[in-house]
């Protein structure tokens, strides 16, 4: 046959002659005029009687047949390397044509390339691709030209299928060719990004099902992956971004709360979900007239969020529920702090392959201090680095209240009390001793609304209890790293008697913070720490004068020191 | 004849609620009257104590007494925070014991006088303010005296 306009490719796979094949080539016999027309057939890894059926109708029907399926982009390949006419037409094997004059739905898709000839690629429906950033004409019906379908070609990485019609239509596009919905008379059915309109006035049924749901959820999301790295670099650096949890422990602060969570909605990089851990009222809010309009924010701007009900047994508890999901970063907040928009952002550029977890500055709002320490010795009697906002850039050992880090590493300490005293230090930290890195950025900001109620600031009666209880677990989580907490409450006379131990205290520590009341008497001795005796009254019960009492102690001072404090004289 | 210097802390810390420390030794104006002829004496102490000697250097910083008992022949006290600073200066001395115990809060190389044992209070451990002031419990001048020429002054 000479003369061919149009070459139509139809790639078939599989069993789908019966229910999807032979009622869209019945269709085309009945609405296509075939004089100057072939239909390409590229039957491949067919188990049924395609080949036999396309052999049995001659021309104009040319089957292209291979053992195994070859995948959509190469098989569609396949039919446009023999196609012979001057357009060439993408059709799924389950289109049927509905009825209509003949060749209308021919002549649909020519008419833009003949009215104009920057026409590149017509059809039914043009999508908005996401990954890609751009719109496409979907193939399931669709024409091109014969110049440029062997000049582009698809591109055959993509498999068994999807988005080679995307990169198609992109580098049509890049060529100068414009994507063109037809019937051009009628509204163009154009998509918006996360909306899908539905083909109306092409004379054309597609099903659709046959061809999508043989493919992978992983196929699709590997080729995503490809065409956004290639056509849309921004979007794929957030695909691959690893997964952020937002985690907002709260304890009877409703009224912060609300800021918190409206910061985090407002983030320049959103997380990718929310739990909110309610240790306190647990209240439903959903029907508060602030909270309805939160939710619903965090829920239009794509956020996955969820409120879980704790057991009263802290927050630790929550922020391990956190720690153990599958997101591989957790950006904690307290539910009385407000991040600047920028703050997910930024902690995100810090997260580099060394580093376990990232801070900012947390502070009150015009209450900034001076004089922190990144060393963990200096808990007791230093600020905190976080908060000295606008100081510059730290590698601490330690970190305070907000951070992002990475989940799953190490662990919350559960044995701490529901005033969770100390979890931040001790999860950080272990994260250091890991061999990790921390980084503190105090030019990123979250401000801090401290409130006089909630939180582990919810007064009970067994308050001073439940604190020692933590600082005694704090005090052994130190002593497991070599410092050790001394508290020397004595006089003068007995803190020259305890400076007898220190070298073999010393050769037992890596490092020993002693509270004082004569720091004089430790002049230039290195590897101490000294700090006023009340920071560490409570978590070092070293009372001597009780100890020597409490078993009548009858040898010498020194030694009761030395047996006290587990130290043997060499 | 050449006096040695000699470093006194004649009086324990001044107890809260305002009564004599029963550390303090008692029969001082007496010891010291027989010590001047051999001894140039220092007092060490706060400003509100009584002055024993004419060189009385009141309330020096930890640094300017660690020089005093580096530079001194021998020091007497009582139980204080001198011996303690004078053992880890290694430098030896003189304690003038009465209800607490040498064997717990004295140090072996200092010449530790107490006149009897068994007039230890019980409990080592207890607070000063609620212990009587027992003036029985120290040795007399003239026997500390003695002691030291023994110990300190044989050459002189």
Known sequence: MDNIKYSIIIPTAFDHLEKDLKPCIESILKYTDLSNVEVIVVSNGCTDETDEYIRSLGDPFILLSYPNALGYPKAVNKGIDVARGEYIVFLNNDVILLEQPQNQWLNYLVEPFVLDPTTGVTGTRKNFHMEAGRHFIVFFCAMTTASLAKKLRLNEEYGVGTCDDVEFCVEVENLGYKLVTVPLNHPPLVTQPGQVVPTSTFPLYHLGGSTMYSLRSNDYHRNALSIAKKYNPSFYAQMIRPKVLAFVPTKDRYDSLALTLQSIALQTVLPDALWIYDDGECKDLRNDCVYKHIFALLSQKGIDWKVIFGAKKGQHYGHQLANKSEYAYVWRLDDDEVAAPDVLERLLSRMTDNVGAVAGSVFIPGESQSGGSPLLTDIFSKPNLQWMPDTGTYSPEHLYSSFLYRSNIVDYDLRLSPKAHREETMFSNSLFRAGYNLVVDTSIKTYHFRMDKGGIRTNTDSDAFLFGNDEKIFKEYLERQGIKIICLNVGLGDTYAFLNLLPDLQKKYKHLVIGVCYSEVFKDIPNITLVPVHTVEQIADTNIYRWCGERRWDKSFVEAFRTMLGVVSE | ?156
């Open chain 2, 1 to 156: 004849m050449n006096r040695v210097p000699v470093l006194i802390a004649p009086f324990s810390k001044r107890l809260r609620n305002g009564k004599q420390n029963a550390k303090n030794y008692p029969y001082w104006d007496e010891l010291i009257g027989r010590l001047h002829n051999y001894c140039v004496i220092t007092q060490i102490g706060s400003k509100d104590e009584r002055q024993l000697v004419p060189d009385f250097r009141k309330d020096l910083p930890l640094t300017d007494i660690t020089t005093l008992v580096e530079e001194c022949r021998f020091w007497i006290s009582v139980d204080s925070f001198l011996p303690h600073l004078a053992h880890h200066k290694q430098k030896p001395g003189v304690v003038l014991w009465g209800l607490s115990d040498p064997n717990i809060f004295g140090y072996p190389e200092n010449l530790n006088l107490i006149k009897d044992r068994s007039l230890l209070r019980k409990d080592q451990f207890l607070f000063w303010e609620d212990e009587p002031y027992n003036v029985n419990a120290f040795m007399s001048a003239e026997q500390v005296f003695t002691l030291i020429r023994l110990r300190f002054l044989q050459e002189i």
